[in-house]
């Protein structure tokens, strides 16, 4: 259940994916068929445009109705057999709402750098941040998970700080990752290591922050907040030998119980949600993903992460 830490504490990928049509299949939604809002208002609408890392290391900007595509920039991975931790590769790719990019990589020359992107995809070295992961609250801050912990930025300055969560007192070598900024109230909720943490951004430290194990034999691999609750990526093994498919399920942070969201036949290397928190995207198995209320869409290529773009 959950628990509060005290003090002590690229190229060919056209000819192969983008071509396609995808596939589109019913589905329960997020919680199943929605009820008609009591306030009336319409939910915000799907985005038009998904960013996409694929494993060539090609930034793609796809059209979601069209399935067009364009690269963007390309980050090759290179290997170096000297160098133990696996050379260079991009890892995942955020896309923040001024239409700027931030590309986090890893190993060498060390891991834990975001390039930053403009939005037509050149290189911006002077806006790059050391840091892991990065989420935004759709409007002027950028959340950077690091070493020293939750760093907040504002959107205008990527380069200051405007403060840090520090982590729990006994948590080190973990920096937060999978940022994911609630739209309905000013909480983040994030993996550190193995476990899941939800944080009010005005807490003094993640030491605040309410902390959810894993069940036995697993792993938290990713994490999301959407409008009803938050959506997490149950994985067996451990995070160096990921095994089976993984679980996509809806986590009650207060109780720490899961429920199934979909179906997963494979391995899920990326999730997301829109700024709004309305829909749901993940990449399983180098396939896109998207779920929209009671429709879950398929788009099929070499894709290893991805996010949502504004919606235009």
Not at 48 to 58: F, S
Not at 65 to 73: M, Q
Request: proline share 7%; charged share 20%.
């Amino acid at each position: 259940m959950g628990r509060r830490l005290g003090p002590a504490l690229a190229s060919f990928l056209f000819a192969l994916a983008l071509a396609a049509c995808g596939d589109e299949k019913s589905s329960e939604g997020l919680t199943g068929p929605r009820p008609p809002s009591e306030t009336g208002a319409s939910p915000a609408p799907l985005p038009a445009q998904i960013v996409a890392l694929t494993k060539q290391g090609d930034i793609v900007v796809i059209d979601r109705e069209t399935r067009e595509s364009r690269v963007i920039a390309s980050f090759p991975p290179r290997e170096d057999p000297q160098v133990e931790a696996g050379s260079f590769r991009a890892v995942d790719v955020t896309a923040l709402p001024d239409g700027r990019f931030l590309v986090a990589t890893c190993c060498e020359p060390a891991a834990g750098h975001m390039y930053a992107l403009s939005e037509d995809g050149h290189r911006l070295k002077d806006q790059d941040i050391f840091a892991e992961d990065a989420g935004h609250d759709a409007d002027s801050r950028v959340a950077s998970g690091e070493l020293v912990g939750l760093v907040i930025r504002p959107l205008s300055d990527l380069n200051s700080a405007a403060y840090t969560l520090a982590p729990p007192p006994d948590v080190s070598g973990f920096s937060p990752d999978s940022i994911s900024w609630s739209a309905a109230d000013d909480n983040i909720v994030f993996t550190l290591g193995d476990t899941i943490g939800v944080v009010e951004v005005s807490a003094d430290s993640l030491a605040d922050a309410t902390y959810v194990d894993p069940p036995d034999g697993s792993y938290w691999a990713g994490v999301a907040s959407t409008t009803e609750g938050t959506v997490a990526i149950e994985q067996g093994g451990d995070s160096l030998h990921p095994s089976g498919p993984s679980r996509l399920v809806r986590l009650d942070i207060d109780t720490g119980s899961s429920t199934k969201l979909v179906s997963i036949d494979g391995r899920i290397t990326d999730l997301a949600a829109d700024p709004t928190g309305n829909y749901l995207l993940w990449v399983e198995g180098g396939d896109l993903h998207w779920l929209a209320a009671d429709v879950e869409a398929t788009l099929p290529g070499d894709f290893v992460a991805a996010g949502w773009m504004s919606a235009a």
